[in-house]
């Protein structure tokens, strides 16, 4: 029995409102089953932070950390 391997990747987030959503959006349609993407966000001032919660609750494969 062969397993996919499980792959994750980084979003670095700093100020980021006015384009993250659309970033976040384009890495949904991927299409690998096993895939985790892991959103850092470097304590922004804007919107960052609660568009990425949200869009997190929305999808779980997105998990999102903040400093």
Known sequence: ???IPKVIGCVP???AGSFIRQTL???SLQTYP???IWICDDASSDDTSTICQKFCLADP??????K
């Open 13 to 15: 987030a700093y100020q």
């Open 34 to 36: 096993n895939f985790e």
């Open 1 to 3: 029995m062969s397993r």
């Open 61 to 66: 494969r997105f998990k999102f950390f903040r």
């Open 25 to 27: 959006q384009a890495l």
